[in-house]
């Protein structure tokens, strides 16, 4: 590749590197208070800012060095995209921690194990996408890798709807009050909010080979 190409691959790379990183760190947090662990939530949202302010730097320049002539003029702004959906998906993790942290709900423990599963789910669901992009950063063998991704991709995104589904027919037949399905229901979206950004990304990371396609 081209300098200036070489250099907005690393840059991009090691955006996606921190959000990826956040996202963990959002994931694990969440997971820590489905075991009664309020402190990591907690950690979370308080350095959230420090975080956010950060990414954003980072993205701008990212931006500065595509005006600046890197990539083909169809391409750099879907690698942008690339960024700004990475952006939305730190922003939901964030927002799903602030969720369970102010609302503290009240999660008995057979629910308890289907949030688990599909924050973890969530979570496992970046990694494909988010490989097909260093993968077509660098270069490898585009088309078969990312074939495979997406493979991977659809077979826990479709595995991650179910649970999705059951948890909310979970709520909605227990016994509990009609309070506590809306801040219950509340809690699970904040979780799938997450999991439709990246499904975001998948897409445009998508479009990019259908236009290096055509």
């Not at 979570?123 to 077509?136: C, D």
């Not at 801040?183 to 236009?211: F, G, P, W, Y």
């Amino acid at each position: 590749m081209l300098k200036k190409e070489r250099e907005v691959a690393y840059l991009i790379e090691k955006y996606l590197d921190n959000i990826k990183d956040w996202q963990k760190t959002a994931s694990e947090a969440v997971l820590s208070y489905f075991m009664d662990d309020l402190e990591a939530l907690k950690l979370a949202v308080l350095s959230k800012n420090q975080f956010q302010t950060a990414a954003e730097k980072d993205r701008q320049y990212i931006w500065k060095k595509l005006c600046e002539g890197a990539y083909l003029p169809v391409i750099r702004g879907s690698l942008f995209s690339i960024t700004t959906d990475a952006s939305r998906i730190a922003n939901s993790a964030t927002v799903c921690c602030e969720t369970f942290f102010f609302q503290k709900p009240q999660i008995s423990q057979r629910l308890s194990t289907d949030f688990s599963s599909i924050t973890q789910g969530t979570f496992n669901l970046f990694k494909p996408v988010y490989n097909s992009i260093l993968q077509y950063l660098r270069g490898m063998d585009v088309f078969r890798a990312i074939s495979q991704n997406t493979e991977v991709y659809w077979n826990q995104k479709t595995e991650l709807i179910l649970i999705e589904d059951e948890l909310k027919r979970q709520i909605s037949v227990s016994s509990i009050d009609p309070w506590q399905k809306t801040q219950l229901n509340m809690c699970a979206q904040s979780i799938t909010a997450v999991s439709n950004r990246i499904s975001e990304m998948e897409d445009e990371i998508q479009l990019i080979i259908a236009k290096l396609v055509s």
